[in-house]
DNA sequence: CCATGATTCAATCACCTGATTGAAGCGTAT
DNA sequence: ATACGCTTCAATCAGGTGATTGAATCATGG
């Protein structure tokens, strides 16, 4: 009746995905044992190589099933704002929701990815293993790439260095968020409360974009 | 002649703690081994249990050693920031500097603890391990309550709600910095370069301080 | 010099890990 | 019905893990 009983049979491939991206988002890929994942799928041990090869290999999988429609997501919106303002550059909020958003949708429990899928992106960002940050690097590069170099042309009067520190915030708030808020526990009145998505994006986007704007020099 | 001989006794339990630091600090509490430690540290495996008692110990006694004192260095600075604006609320930009530097303090070479650190302080806010959640809620939870108090009282245009939020986004950014900066190697131009601590203080100060100061409302 | 307590050592424990194997089960087309 | 390929299964493998033990070593005070 939970959740590790073997209902029919056919989706194992599904069910391992879908219990691995559970289980690596909430333990991440060392505490995570294959005999966990599989019992939690309610299939055998075995399955996992039949169907992936290896463990590795499953993170592989569960990585290229979630982070490359991601950041199609996020090129395709992109596209789309460069479209609009033809010509000129994007405004600076769009810009930033723009590169937020697609991680956020998976945050809705009405999404077929769910808050799993989400979590285990922002645990791939403080994954230890070289696997992870070798699959990170190449998602990411071209997709960080051609942001910055957006960022940097809507911010003329800021400096390409200062963008680019401002850019690395913008990361780590997203990451932050989407690792589904530590100091909710840590600093006990510190939680803002629960928050629908919009409103979670909404205060992310007006933090960031009246930093990214900030006066740039220190000295006076 | 490298790291893992050993040189000649008497530290054993010193040269276990700087070479847990590190190894955690790199790899993770799960993927770190007591025999990789005992290694690096040029020292018997038993030797962890004779000093410490068992590896959840041994990094108790770590974190006690590190995050303890910053987070007494960060009450002090606030306690000196309230008693140098007698009655009045201490400035922003100094709010933040107090509770980001701590932190920052020990990413200097020169200083005793070292990088390795901070990059521990850092994992701890992404490590699964229910132990490393609780050590974080004790040491964290007045500290930081404390700290957004005053940013409340420093913020009062803005609202505890929306404050708390931005409080969590410093966080972010924080953590980010302390871990080492991930997109460096993700996003190919995006390193802002190398920094030296002051420096780094600096951006993150300008742009958290504008975003604490972003106005509240999102609908026109 | 020796006795005592603190420390270090090699050896070993039970356990868990990822991986592999060969047989069994299954559906399907002939 | 039969034979074939895909899938699942229990059993097992070698290797690494944290932990423990008892003997050896060391330093120190009598």
Chains 1, 2 share one sequence.
Do not use: C
């Amino acid at each position: 009746m939970g959740s590790p009983a073997k209902v029919l049979n056919g989706d194992t491939k599904e069910r391992i995905l879908a219990a691995a991206e559970k289980l690596f988002a909430e333990e991440g890929f060392a505490r995570t044992s294959l005999r966990g994942i599989t019992v939690e799928a309610g299939v055998n041990v075995a399955a996992v190589h039949y169907h992936f090869g290896s463990k590795e290999a499953l993170l592989e999988a569960l990585f290229a099933r979630r982070a490359a429609p991601m950041n199609a997501e996020r090129l395709a919106k992109l596209n789309d704002l460069e479209a609009a303002s033809s010509g000129d550059v994007p405004p600076l909020e769009a810009l930033i929701e723009a590169f937020i958003a697609p991680s956020f949708r998976m945050l809705e429990e009405l999404d077929p990815a769910g808050p799993p899928a989400s979590q285990l992106i922002a645990r791939f960002f403080s994954e230890p293993e070289e696997i992870v940050q070798r699959l990170m690097r190449e998602q990411f590069s071209d997709v960080g790439a051609r942001y910055l170099a957006t960022f940097t042309r809507a911010l003329p009067d800021v400096g390409p260095r200062e963008v680019a520190w401002r850019f690395e915030f913008m990361v780590a708030v997203l990451t932050h968020l989407l690792a589904g808020m530590h100091l909710i526990d840590v600093v006990p009145g510190a939680t803002p409360g629960p928050a629908d998505q919009p409103e979670t994006i909404r205060h992310a986007v007006q933090f960031l974009a009246a930093g990214f704007r900030a006066p740039s020099k220190g000295a006076a």
